[in-house]
């Protein structure tokens, strides 16, 4: 029960994050961006569910293919007359070259035939990862001007006070959500090869994995300082 990813339980997580958001921020930008990623995850629910089951009419398709090399290979070797040893070296060469040429067609047909089911799902996820990068890419961008050295970036207008954040706390809370929007994003680009066994695709989601972690550490970075900012507040006047 708690050894795989439950895809329900993500889509929820991201549904309860953006509602979150919505109300903390009233029509910000990172609110449409959860509302965005929410979306996401329910395709990634759909997506990951396709990976992870056969496709029987593709297979049915290679194994056609297959079995129709493999009787065209019987049918020539049938009408192959065996001919006494070559009358020189370089008949024989010739015809071991043909040979191989032939087995390595053959082998590559093969190939193709077998693989073209893990092809297409790898395009598939690997479109769908890229779609998490740059989402992972657009939440930085909300981040990034979230500065504690920046104190003119605090909107100085109170209708605008839904849109933005306010104060240090204000400004914690925020930072607070796009963390949790980028390790919701790791989570969904795991979720992909939890049950689809392709090293190229994992590749690709160890990449998100750790494009969300390094971004997540500079947010925390954030957070630590606006900490040390609100300490002295919450200690009150020194007596």
């Not at 981040?143 to 306010?166: C, I, M, V, W, Y």
């Not at 049950?195 to 997540?216: C, I, K, Q, R, Y």
Request: overall charge positive.
């Amino acid at each position: 029960m708690y050894r795989s990813l439950n895809a329900e339980l993500i889509v929820e997580t991201c549904r309860a994050s953006q509602q979150r958001i919505a109300e903390r921020f009233v029509n910000s930008g990172l609110s449409r961006v959860a509302a965005e990623l929410y979306s996401v995850s329910q395709s990634a629910a759909v997506l990951s569910k396709w990976l992870s089951r056969p496709h029987r009419p593709l297979r049915g398709l290679a194994a056609i293919g297959i079995f129709a090399i493999v009787g065209m290979v019987v049918a020539v070797a049938r009408q192959v007359k065996p001919q006494p040893a070559s009358s020189s070296i370089a008949e024989f060469l010739q015809g071991l070259d043909a040979a191989l040429n032939e087995v390595v067609f053959i082998s590559l047909a093969g190939y193709f035939l077998l693989s073209l089911e893990t092809r297409i799902k790898r395009f598939r996820a690997l479109r769908a990862i890229h779609e998490l990068r740059s989402m992972a890419h657009i939440i930085d961008m909300h981040q990034l001007t979230k500065d504690p050295e920046r104190p003119g970036d605090f909107p100085s207008d109170p209708a605008d006070s839904g849109h933005n954040p306010q104060n240090p706390a204000e400004l914690i809370r925020y930072l607070n959500d796009c963390s949790d929007l980028l390790a919701l994003i790791s989570k969904l680009a795991a979720l992909y090869v939890q049950n689809f066994n392709d090293p190229v695709t994992l590749a690709a989601v160890n990449e998100v994995e750790n494009l969300t972690n390094g971004l997540s550490r500079k947010i925390w970075q954030k957070i630590m300082i606006f900490d040390r900012i609100l300490a002295p507040s919450s200690r009150g006047p020194a007596t």
